[in-house]
Nanobody, 121 residues
Framework: VQVVESGGGSVQAGGSLRLSCKAS????????MGWFRQAPGKERERVAT???????TYADSVKGRFTVSQDSAKNTLYLQMNSLKPEDTAMYYC????????????????WGQGTQVTVSS
C-alpha cells in the first residue's frame, strides 16, 4: 500500500486548508486510515482517523475544526481543516493500517512522506 499526501501550504490564522491522501497498491476491505502530525521538537500526534464504515475519531485539539472523510471510489482520504491556529503548524502525515475496533489505537503500517502546513498569526 502506498499513500501520498497533498494539499499543504501556508495560511493565516482562521483560514482553511484541505489535505488529500491518495492510496494505491494493495487495498483492504477492512481498514483504518488516519491523519497524524508532527511539529518541530514535538512527538507525532494523532489528528483524526476513519474506518471503512466512516466511523471517525478526533484529537481533542481539533474537534469541531477538522473533519476527516473519504471517497472510497477514489481511494482518497481527506482532512478539511477550518479555523486554523498557529499551533496547527506541523508536517501532516497520512497513514493506513488493518482494521481495529478503535482506529485511534490501531497500528499503522503504511505512511506517506508528509505535507507541510504552516499557519501564521
Amino acid at each position: 500500500v502506498q499513500v501520498v499526501e497533498s494539499g499543504g501550504g501556508s495560511v493565516q490564522a482562521g483560514g482553511s486548508l484541505r489535505l488529500s491522501c491518495k492510496a494505491s497498491g494493495r487495498t483492504y476491505s477492512s481498514y483504518c486510515m488516519g491523519w497524524f502530525r508532527q511539529a518541530p521538537g514535538k512527538e507525532r500526534e494523532r489528528v483524526a482517523t476513519i474506518d471503512m464504515d466512516n466511523d471517525t475519531t478526533y484529537a481533542d485539539s481539533v474537534k469541531g475544526r477538522f473533519t476527516v472523510s473519504q471517497d472510497s471510489a477514489k481511494n482518497t482520504l481527506y482532512l478539511q481543516m477550518n479555523s486554523l491556529k498557529p499551533e496547527d503548524t506541523a508536517m501532516y502525515y497520512c497513514a493506513a493500517g488493518l482494521y481495529y475496533y478503535d482506529c485511534s489505537k490501531a497500528e499503522y503500517d503504511y505512511w506517506g512522506q508528509g505535507t507541510q502546513v504552516t499557519v501564521s498569526s
